[in-house]
């Protein structure tokens, strides 16, 4: 990995706002989705593909690319966002989103959309299919990594557990999970509902490497992802604090927004907030 | 004694042993085909791989597992970590078989089955290991009669049901060779062994053991033996002349041979080791529901769960047994005249 000069982190920051519209426009076109976690792991998706990935968007089957699993498919549109505003197809095309014959399905398909890696949506079932790809990537001396975004809820699903397991079991430390940990489900909170701490002394109890930064900050994500990738021997995994709805004031925070879109009066204001925070990072250059 | 020689046209033609021959007819589990099988496409073919979930004897991984232990993984007793880390392994390569009991792999499995290895259209390749009430004295938990509905309903799948061991390898390595997901679905118990080195196999391909005009029994897996010596039986002592058809994959049926029977001999019955609702008679009654509406008369468990006991007493209780078989035939044989 590069290093992250302050001038690419100004693009970066500016792009992840670029990924936020993508998604607010996608979402309100679509007319249903996944508000909150869509835009609370936008700088994270940023960070991966404008920094942290090898992988090529013009030729998105390239043997050599990084592997990056989205474990809940339901946050698609960050995705579908993120790829779009990295090159892998125009961006008119996030508009596209859920409607009849478009590759950008409702929850993700590695069929329609090649380099989504796998078919996503059904909860707990990425961590599992990347243990599959690393293990893969070392039984050929590959040297490609294995990137697996989940969400926080997804760890009641007993699969993630299975799979945390065998992880540890075939020492895979070209495998990363990155945890979207927003505290928030569709019926609540997630320690309302089922409580997940202490997580970071389960993972390292299952024989992980842990560690915590805060999702919205890409130059500590970047830095986390460095110091993980320096273990051996070890799956590793990032908890990422998020904040659901981040980006757009009216979402943040509230779990009401984990799996609806914005109407059309919402995303006027969504935008012009993120237009605001567009010119706030220009400033700054 | 063995003579191969008065068998009937389409048995010779198929190079089957004398299967009229009980005395000396060779008996192995089909799962030993698998275990054989296996081992031949991961030598020829790195990338062949086996992981298993805790039954490495019971699914005849160990000749692999011995052989060509960097071929092999070993997870443990999670059947939806098997479905999904193959799934993970196949989109990089690897052709996974994974091997576990037919109850637990697809059973508990069923839904990373459709999206992981069909919806993603992935190369895994499912053994399902001890189908059946002819499991024996483990009881109805682990006899799963349900398993051939469950994976006919998805969409891509593979579903082949060999009729014996012999076969099962030819399938095994076939189907190493065939991209797309699969469910390969064997027993437990020893079974007559039908078919010989010779016999041809191809996917899709359903084969007639058997010529006859008069009713045609449509039979896969271990119970083609019991179609067999009840379509010998029913020749001998009644006239009635069956052709007996090894439907050995379950998903794409082969329509044509379907087809071809019903118009030939009027009357159909289908003979399978499963629950007669939505299983491989089940299809060939959409086939012919459709295209060429035969009286059908269906072999199998009548919508009842399977209990301990001993496998062939359990075949005959739940009338799957060669008697139960010609009964049928009968009642389907009277209906095509009615």
Known sequence: MQTLTPQRLRELDFKATDVREGIIRAL?????????????????????????????????????????LLSCGHIAPVRYSAMANFGYFPVDELLTLRKFGTRLQGHPERVSLPSVETTSGPLGEGLAQGVGMAQAAKMDGADFRVYVVTSDAEHQCGLHWEAMMTAAKFKLDNLLCIIDRNFIQIDGS???????????????????????CDGHDIAAFVATVERAQAVKGKPQVIIAKTIPGKGVSYMEGDYTWHGKPPNAEQAKTALAELAATRERILAHV | MSDTQTLDRAARAMSLVDYRDTAN?????????????????????????????????????????????????????????????????AAVGKIPWIASYAMFNPGRSWEQVR?????????????????????????????????????????????????????????????????????????????AIVTSEATPFEIGKAQVFREGSDVAIVACGILVYNALMAADKLS?????????????????????????????????????????????????????????????????????????????????????????????VLRAHARKRA
């Not at chain 2, 298993?52 to 071929?71: H, I, M, V, W, Y």
């Not at chain 2, 999206?115 to 009881?139: C, Q, R, Y």
């Not at chain 2, 299809?283 to 035969?294: D, G, M, N, W």
């Open chain 1, 28 to 68: 309100l076109a679509a007319g249903s989705g996944h508000s909150a976690g869509s835009l609370d792991m936008a700088d994270i998706f940023t960070a991966l593909y404008g920094h942290v990935m090898r992988h090529r968007p013009e030729e998105p089957n390239w043997p050599q690319r990084d592997r990056l």
């Open chain 1, 190 to 212: 997630t320690e309302e509902i089922m409580p997940l701490e202490p997580l970071a002394d389960k993972y390292r109890a299952f024989n992980w490497e842990v560690f915590e």
């Open chain 2, 25 to 89: 007819l060779k008996q192995l589990p089909t799962r030993n085909g698998f275990g054989e099988g296996l081992l031949e496409a991961a030598r020829a073919n790195r990338n062949v791989i086996g992981i298993c979930a805790d039954l490495s004897e019971s699914t005849r991984f160990e000749g692999l597992k011995n052989a060509l232990p960097e071929q092999y993984l070993e997870i443990g007793v999670a059947e939806q970590m098997l479905v999904a880390m193959a799934g993970g392994l």
């Open chain 2, 115 to 191: 999206t992981i290895m069909a919806l993603n259209e992935t190369n895994v390749k499912i053994a399902g290991a001890h189908a059946g009430v002819s499991v024996g004295p483990d009881g109805a938990t682990h006899q799963a009669i349900e398993d051939i509905a469950i994976m006919r309903v998805i969409p891509h799948m593979f579903v082949v049901v060999p009729c014996d061991s012999v076969q099962t390898k030819k399938a095994t390595l076939a189907l190493s060779q065939t991209f797309g997901p699969t469910y390969l679905r064997f027993a437990r118990e020893k079974s």
């Open chain 2, 236 to 328: 001998r002592e009644r006239g009635i002349e069956c052709r007996v058809v090894n439907n050995h994959t379950v998903k794409p049926m082969d329509e044509a041979a379907i087809l071809d029977a019903a118009k030939t001999c009027g009357a159909v019955v289908t003979v399978e080791e499963h629950q007669i609702h939505s299983g491989m008679g089940s299809r060939v009654a959409e086939i012919l529901a459709a295209k060429h509406p035969t009286p059908i008369e269906f072999i199998g468990v009548d919508d009842r769960f399977g209990q301990s006991g001993d496998p062939v007493e359990l075949i005959e209780h739940y009338g799957m047994g060669s008697a139960a078989i010609e009964a049928a």
